[in-house]
């Protein structure tokens, strides 16, 4: 009997470890293939490059950072000012006291009412140049932008339309969107007004993209207010004024695509080209009323000042990014208020579990639109968000469908019915969609860095771009910090997030193979010309115009007799082997290329200092790279001190020596490497 029950105790614990090892083996089972299933979706990026990836740099990312203003002071985008002020607010005060006006009389018989097919379109660097410098020229010019705002989270300047007396010019922003500072200093300019339509969101749209700020601004929708219009639309001026009628549903269009078609070149020039006429004849009816009321000594009311005053109140808008406590946190708001509480606590099922899940989908939402640079609606619509929230779908084919479902239902007129339903955001991520709505991510906390981390991260699925960077960082300094906490007791958090933020910025943006291959070039008499390449190397032997002479490392002989020689031209640069390591501390695990001679300076040399030239640029780690990069910009203050050279230098004046220049900013530079790259 008591061997029957020691056997029966030992069938059990047997059962029992082999049903844990059972339930434990399919749980890592599971996870394991959801990791793969989610490591083999493709980012849809991958596949659909967006024009705005291609900017090099943005003013406003994606990430939950407060926007930066233009610190006028040091003339520089990048240190922050020390309080939060209009940079330009004294001149504009000091326009709303004393307008500057200056509007010539244009004659309808002078006025081009047809509008002609001449225009110059923008898009180079030099085109741009031009343009700012026959604006400085002007008293007077009228500017109108067109926005992209449904495939990016803030949206961005497409095209900005700027007419003159004389001619219409279509700014391409998207193709120079990184040198649109060069019309700052027209834009400030308080002796040149500029004339909009509704200036409100161009004024705080040119300084998220590009740091214009509108200084002598002349708004003809509030000057239609002063004279008490019975409209202020811009269509109502066209037709009053000038007999136009403008076609309305052209401001939908995709504003990104290039060329323009014919018909959405029309409806840009449209704006600006009338609008000067436009301006005049309200500047006029100001001046009128003001001569008409001058006669009455107790009215005090100056037209053309109010005029000027409510204008230039616009100016002194200053952007700012809406940033909620939690990502999607006033979307799923306005979903709760909008949609559920308006048809009664009685009619939903579940209430409090289906409030929580349109706040889970409304955060993933928000973060999947900062990181894929799409705007909310694009990515999941907000009827979408209530029917998975109430329909709990389980299956992909479930979750795809319940969308499609909800999206039909939205008017036809809405832009949103157009779209794709589901988007490829969806699509590439539906895996995150389900774990939501099957409430397997756990708490909301955990959401941010997790999601940012399987798109962003080291084997994340999504591309990092200007946008995202920002997002990327933070969340790794969080996960960084709490694992370092959990594991070590507690920590400097300063410490762990540099730590992390090193540690990502290396994985991201270090050389991932050798730069130096130290192959080499002999003449054909044997002498040793440089180093250099693979590639070059293999330039020459596929055109014959080399012979191999050695494998490891690989070397070539010219076949042919070469213009010159290193010991000719006093330059043995090029017959020193070079080690693939920072050459501020030796570190050989990762390095960054540098340049000694900062590009901004470079692109203004003679081109004989350009061509085939590689002397300025060394390699240096992730640290002391940070250590020359802040020296270096310590030093371009102080020759821009001295020297009296811009810090962001767009031409260079005809008094400086050019032959000189290259060696100032050598020096300059020099000093800005970490010691032991002088030693």
């Keep these: 009997m008591a061997d029957k029950k020691e056997k029966m105790k030992m069938l059990l614990t047997i059962a029992s470890v082999a049903a844990i090892s059972i339930f434990l ?19 849809y990026l991958h596949c659909e490059p967006k024009s705005q990836l291609n900017f090099k740099r943005v003013l406003a990312d994606n990430s939950y950072s407060p926007f930066n203003h233009f610190n006028r002071q040091s003339g520089s985008v990048k240190e922050k000012p020390l309080t939060l002020t209009h940079p330009y607010e004294a001149e504009i005060t000091a326009l709303m006291e004393d307008p500057q006006l200056q509007f010539s009389k244009i004659a309808v018989d002078d006025f081009d009412m047809k509008m002609g097919d001449s225009y110059v379109w923008v898009e180079s660097e030099l085109q741009l140049s031009q343009l700012a410098r026959v604006l400085s020229e002007q008293t007077v010019f009228a500017v109108d932008t067109e926005q992209h705002s449904l495939r990016s989270f803030l949206g961005f300047t497409a095209l900005i339309q700027i007419s003159t007396e004389m001619e219409d010019y279509l700014v ?21 007004c500029k004339v909009f339509h509704g200036a409100d969101g161009d004024i705080v749209w040119l300084q998220r993209d590009f740091h214009i700020y509108v200084v002598n601004l002349f708004d003809t929708a509030k000057v239609c207010e002063v004279l008490s219009k019975p409209q202020k639309s811009l269509a109502y001026l066209l037709e009053t004024y000038c007999g136009v009628a403008k076609n ?7 504003w990104r695509q290039r060329p323009l078609s014919d018909e959405m070149v029309q409806y840009a020039r449209t704006d600006a080209h009338y609008l000067l006429y436009i301006a005049n004849c309200l500047f006029a009816e100001l001046k009128q009323q003001d001569c008409e009321y001058s006669s009455c000594p107790d009215d005090k009311f100056n037209f053309v000042l109010e005029a000027s005053r409510r204008s230039n109140m616009i100016c002194l808008q200053l952007y700012a990014k809406e940033i909620d406590g939690f990502p999607g946190e006033s979307a799923a708001f306005s979903i709760l208020s909008r949609q559920l509480n308006g048809q009664g606590a009685a009619a939903i099922s579940g209430e409090t579990k289906v409030r929580d899940l349109v706040r889970r989908l409304c ?11 799409e705007s909310t609606r694009y990515i999941l619509s907000d009827y979408a968000i209530v029917a998975l929230s109430e329909k709990v779908p389980t299956t992909q084919v479930d979750i795809y469908g319940t969308i499609i479902q909800a999206d039909l239902n939205i008017d036809s007129s809405n832009l949103s019915s ?17 774990e939501l709505i099957q409430d397997k991510l756990g708490n909301l906390d955990k959401l941010f860095p997790m999601v940012i981390q399987n798109c962003l991260g080291p084997n994340g699925s999504c591309p990092l771009s200007v946008f995202n960077y920002a997002l990327l960082m933070n969340s790794s300094l969080k996960l960084e910090t709490r694992l370092n906490t959990k594991q070590n007791g507690f920590k400097n958090p300063k410490h762990v997030a540099k730590k992390a933020s090193r540690q990502l910025f290396i994985q991201k943006f270090s050389c991932k193979s050798p730069v130096y291959h130290n192959c080499r070039i002999y003449a054909n008499d044997g002498r ?12 020459y032997l596929r055109r ?25 031209e006093d330059n043995d640069f090029y017959i020193q082997s070079k080690k693939n390591i920072c050459v501020g501390c030796g570190e050989g695990n990762h390095y960054l290329r540098y340049r000694v001679i900062p590009s901004c300076y470079r692109i203004h040399f003679p081109e004989h200092l350009k061509s085939h030239r590689s ?18 910009e310590k030093y371009k203050k102080q020759i821009a001190g001295e020297f009296g050279i811009p810090l962001y230098v767009r031409k260079v004046s005809h008094h400086y020596n050019c032959e000189q220049l290259p060696r100032l900013f050598c020096v300059m530079d020099l000093k800005c490497l970490p010691a032991a790259v002088m030693n």
């Design 418 to 434: 157009s779209l794709p339903s589901p988007s490829p955001v969806v699509c590439s991520h539906w895996i995150d969609v389900h």
């Design 248 to 254: 309305k549903l052209l401001q939908r269009e995709d």
């Design 528 to 539: 040793l010309l440089c180093y250099c390449d693979r590639r070059k190397l293999e330039w």
């Design 25 to 43: 083996t399919a749980h890592l089972f599971s996870r394991r293939r959801r990791k793969q299933r989610r490591s083999e979706i493709r980012c």
């Design 544 to 568: 014959d115009l080399a012979k191999l002479v050695d494998d490891d490392p690989p070397a070539i002989m010219l076949l042919f007799e070469p213009k010159g020689r290193p010991e000719d």
């Design 615 to 632: 002397h300025d640029i060394v390699l240096l780690c992730v640290d002391c790279h940070e250590v020359a990069h802040a020296a270096a």
């Design 363 to 373: 955060a993933w939402r928000d973060l999947m639109a900062r990181v894929h640079d």
């Design 172 to 192: 391409d922003v998207i193709a120079l969107h990184d040198s649109m500072g060069i019309l700052r200093p027209v834009f400030a300019d308080p002796n040149i």
